[in-house]
């Protein structure tokens, strides 16, 4: 083993002088909470549902909560946003006769308890209380979920997206980059060419990134036989036992599957009772028409002793919105929200 200070400097990552953080190649986290919160509250305070409509007047009046966590992450020059918040907001309506005079006023809220990464395709859980549940009080709240809703949805999905370009972390990198630009144009006169052959194939680079597939390899043991293994996870009834969530699967070649609540969907390629499964998948995130390949193997070199080997070829690097996060989660979600659970519910620990 070499000394200390005596590696070989290829595989050695060394602090700079200058504490420069070059082309983000190392981890750089920025925290988005407070950034999170004022863009909620300029998107949805103060919102008009409706202005007279059926002498109906609505309209949200401020953020008054958001809480949770919300970061963003720069590795490598790819953004790769993180956030798990909830955010209360007040409103009011008020109805009116045909003549223009005031029949009720009323104030309400509305909750909205989930806005996470992970579920950043989907819209979240949104809920409205109103404080009088008298008739036009219900009126009021009814106008709210039917013409509110859609609007408030709407300006939530402008901050997920907002996210995924990296919230306040953007600003940041586009600063280092002219920045970078600057100092290129002031480098000597005498190395232009050496200057334009560096600039092409960084931007190369980043295109073929955004584009790019990866692979992911699991290796997993369990005190079980091989078969019941498969079973379960072939049976849709033990897959809701062990993810509480809702699922459908098909037991035959070439019937689909949908799991975690619809979140993951695909079709059985090939099955082999205790050996080996085959399918196509892909979350709901991903761009359309893009699908991974699942291959799971099953061997019992002892009775009571099954080793699973999961690989999972043309992983997207990112989604459709750009969060370069798919990978990890997709390795991730295997590891603890399947094969560590199944251990868990079913005694199949080692």
Same mark, same amino acid.
């Given at each position: +083993?070499?000394?200390?200070? !005596?590696? /070989?400097?290829?595989?050695?990552? $060394? !602090?700079?002088?200058?504490?420069?953080?070059?082309?983000?190649?190392?981890?750089? $986290?920025?925290?988005?909470?407070?950034?999170?919160?004022?863009?909620?509250?300029?998107?949805?305070?103060?919102?008009?549902?409706? /202005?007279?409509?059926?002498?109906?007047?609505?309209?949200?009046?401020?953020?008054?909560?958001?809480?949770?966590?919300?970061?963003?992450?720069?590795?490598?020059?790819?953004?790769?946003?993180?956030?798990?918040?909830?955010? *209360?907001?007040?409103?009011?309506?008020?109805?009116?006769?045909?003549?223009?005079? *005031?029949?009720?006023?009323?104030?309400?809220?509305? &909750?909205?308890?989930?806005?996470? @990464?992970?579920?950043? /395709?989907?819209?979240?859980?949104?809920?409205?209380?109103?404080?009088? $549940?008298?008739?036009?009080?219900?009126?009021?709240?009814?106008?709210?979920?039917?013409?509110?809703?859609?609007?408030?949805? &709407?300006?939530?999905?402008?901050?997920? $997206?907002?996210?995924?370009?990296?919230?306040?972390?953007?600003?940041?990198?586009?600063?280092?980059? =002219?920045?970078?630009?600057?100092?290129?144009a002031a480098a000597p006169v005498a190395e232009p060419a050496k200057s334009e052959v560096k600039k092409e194939p960084k931007k190369e680079a980043k295109k073929e990134g955004k584009k790019g597939f990866k692979t992911i390899t699991l290796t997993e043991k369990f005190s079980c036989?091989?078969?019941?293994?498969?079973?379960?996870?072939?049976?849709?009834?033990?897959?809701?036992?062990?993810? %509480? *969530?809702?699922?459908?699967?098909?037991?035959?070649?070439?019937?689909?599957?949908?799991?975690?609540?619809?979140?993951?969907?695909?079709?059985? =390629?090939?099955?082999?009772?205790?050996?080996?499964?085959? %399918?196509?998948?892909?979350?709901?995130?991903?761009?359309?028409?893009?699908?991974? +390949?699942?291959?799971?193997?099953?061997?019992?070199?002892?009775?009571?002793?099954?080793?699973?080997?999961?690989? %999972?070829? @043309? =992983?997207?690097?990112?989604?459709?919105?750009?969060?370069?996060?798919?990978?990890?989660?997709?390795?991730?979600?295997?590891?603890?929200?399947?094969?560590?659970?199944?251990?868990?519910?079913?005694?199949?620990?080692?």
């Amino acid at each position: +083993m070499a000394k200390f200070g !005596e590696g /070989d400097k290829r595989w050695i990552v $060394e !602090e700079r002088p200058d504490g420069a953080n070059v082309h983000n190649w190392h981890w750089a $986290e920025t925290n988005c909470l407070e950034w999170s919160r004022n863009l909620l509250t300029k998107l949805l305070s103060d919102l008009p549902i409706l /202005d007279g409509e059926g002498n109906l007047y609505v309209k949200t009046k401020k953020v008054d909560k958001v809480d949770g966590e919300a970061y963003v992450n720069v590795r490598k020059g790819k953004i790769i946003p993180g956030y798990e918040i909830s955010v *209360s907001i007040s409103w009011e309506g008020e109805a009116k006769d045909a003549e223009g005079k *005031s029949l009720l006023k009323v104030e309400g809220s509305i &909750e909205i308890p989930y806005i996470a @990464d992970e579920n950043a /395709d989907e819209d979240p859980e949104l809920r409205v209380s109103v404080r009088d $549940e008298g008739p036009i009080g219900k009126r009021l709240k009814e106008a709210m979920v039917t013409k509110g809703k859609p609007l408030i949805l &709407e300006k939530v999905r402008v901050y997920v $997206e907002t996210m995924a370009k990296g919230g306040p972390a953007k600003d940041e990198l586009e600063v280092k980059k =002219v920045s970078s630009s600057s100092k290129a144009a002031a480098a000597p006169v005498a190395e232009p060419a050496k200057s334009e052959v560096k600039k092409e194939p960084k931007k190369e680079a980043k295109k073929e990134g955004k584009k790019g597939f990866k692979t992911i390899t699991l290796t997993e043991k369990f005190s079980c036989r091989a078969k019941d293994l498969f079973e379960i996870m072939m049976d849709e009834n033990r897959w809701k036992g062990f993810t %509480q *969530s809702n699922a459908r699967i098909s037991k035959e070649v070439g019937g689909e599957f949908t799991i975690f609540d619809g979140s993951v969907t695909g079709r059985n =390629v090939e099955l082999q009772e205790g050996k080996l499964i085959v %399918q196509k998948w892909r979350f709901g995130n991903w761009a359309d028409g893009l699908f991974s +390949m699942v291959r799971i193997t099953f061997d019992e070199p002892e009775p009571g002793v099954t080793i699973v080997k999961m690989t %999972q070829t @043309d =992983v997207p690097e990112e989604d459709r919105y750009g969060n370069a996060t798919v990978v990890e989660n997709t390795e991730r979600g295997w590891r603890d929200l399947i094969f560590h659970k199944i251990r868990a519910v079913f005694g199949f620990g080692i």
